[in-house]
Structures are given as structure tokens and as C-alpha cells.
């Protein structure tokens, strides 16, 4: 298991790394708001998913695998805690009705 967070941090770690990059060449006036934020997009909905599918793939057999099922159940019990005190959150600080749903969303996400 500790091979497969250290493959993901450090894929997480170059993605970092390549916006990091974006962020100083935006600062630069290299890069355009409008050329950051398409850039930010095909590498979250792109490139992200594409390099963690990648490197978690070559180590993937039939002996991990069984390793590997408790990570989808345990994804969605931490976006519903994140959920559930994002909900919470919004109820002791008396968030504005309108705002809560964006509120529950960035914490619960």
C-alpha cells in the first residue's frame, strides 16, 4: 500500500509542480488568464487522472487488487464526511442560503 501513495504523491507532486510553473509564467505576463485557465482544465480533467492511471496501472495485478478494493468505499466515506461538516459548517457559522451549497461543496470536496 505504501508504494501505491508514494506513486500517487508523487504524480500529485509533478502536476503541483507543472502549476506552479503556469503560476510563475502568469505572474510574468508570459501566459494569459484565459491561456492559464484552459491549461488548468486539461491538466485537472486530462492530464491528472491520465498520469495516475498510468503509473497505478503498472503495478496492478490480481494479488493487489483485493488490496486495492477498500479505496473506492473509503473515497466516498471521506467526500461524505467532507459533505456532512461542510453541512455543519454552514449551520454554526449561519451561512446565507444562498451561499450554502458553493460552501458545502469546497469543503466537502
Known amino acids: 500500500m505504501g ?4 506513486t500517487s ?3 500529485v507532486l509533478l502536476i503541483l509542480a507543472i502549476c506552479a510553473v503556469g503560476a510563475w ?5 508570459t501566459m494569459h488568464l484565459a491561456c ?9 480533467l ?11 496501472s503498472v503495478s496492478a495485478s490480481l494479488d493487489n487488487l483485493l488490496g486495492w ?19 455543519l459548517t454552514c449551520r454554526c457559522l449561519n451561512i446565507a442560503p444562498d ?4 460552501v458545502i461543496a469546497a469543503i466537502g470536496l
Do not use: N, T, W
Open 3 to 6: 508504494a501505491i501513495l508514494q
Open 9 to 11: 504523491f508523487l504524480s
Open 25 to 29: 509564467l502568469g505572474r510574468r505576463g
Open 36 to 44: 492559464r485557465r484552459d491549461l488548468s482544465r486539461i491538466i485537472i
Open 46 to 56: 486530462v492530464l491528472l487522472p491520465s498520469l495516475l492511471f498510468s503509473k497505478l
Open 69 to 87: 478494493s477498500p479505496l473506492p468505499i473509503v473515497a466516498c466515506l471521506y467526500v461524505a464526511m467532507g459533505f456532512l461538516i461542510g453541512h
Open 99 to 102: 451561499l450554502r451549497r458553493p
